[in-house]
């Protein structure tokens, strides 16, 4: 018997009549923002390029993985940046995944200055998604645009992975409680049994 709700989104299943949403109202902000930062993630700068060339570009924290079987992957960026409005018309982006050494970068292409492409080195080419950093990456996943959807001030781009350049192994950069750093492995759980779980008593 075929599932009726396959093939559907999850904003078209129903919920059935005694769903009710919270009443909530949404948390502050800067409360928000606290609490995201406490998830430190991987630093990327996402780029792209008008039709006539020019090359644009932002950091980016926000990456994530949607699917394997169309390779896709998501950025979320603000619903005002000049960025956005070039992926959106070019249809095609990169993720240039940054190593430790590229903090520079990082904070360069977050703080909006108008000539950060003359200040690092990059290359492009017809293959590409967007220009590549070839200094500050380890990784590049070139990507075209299948889906953008906004969510409050920011937008939702998915993005179908066409090609992806992987450099000698690398350390990658990490931001997370308001700072950069880099990865560290942690430390292992000693020889013996589990401990055992539960509420206390």
């Not at 990456?63 to 896709?72: G, M, N, Y």
Request: glycine share 8%; with cysteine.
């Amino acid at each position: 018997m075929k599932d009726p709700l396959v093939g559907l989104s999850p904003f078209d299943i129903p919920f059935g009549p005694s769903f009710e949403p919270p009443s909530a109202p949404a948390v502050d902000p800067a409360r928000f923002r606290s609490l995201m930062s406490a998830f430190p993630s991987g630093v990327a700068i996402v780029t792209t390029a008008e039709p006539g060339g020019r090359p644009w570009g932002m950091t980016c924290s926000s990456v994530c993985s949607v699917a394997l079987d169309p390779p896709t992957l998501l950025v979320c960026v603000r619903r005002l940046s000049p960025t956005l409005k070039a992926m959106l018309r070019l249809s095609t982006f990169t993720v240039n995944l940054l190593h430790d050494r590229a903090r520079y970068a990082a904070e360069l292409f977050a703080s909006g200055t108008p000539d950060r492409f003359e200040r690092v080195r990059w290359r492009a080419e017809p293959s590409f998604g967007g220009p590549h950093l070839v200094d500050e990456a380890h990784a590049f996943a070139d990507c075209r645009v299948t889906r953008a959807v906004e969510v409050g001030d920011h937008t939702v781009v998915f993005g179908q992975v066409f090609r992806v350049e992987q450099r000698a192994r690398a350390v990658p950069l990490l931001y997370g409680l308001r700072e950069y750093s880099s990865w560290s492995p942690a430390p292992r759980r000693p020889e013996g049994p589990w401990p055992t779980g539960g509420m206390p008593t």
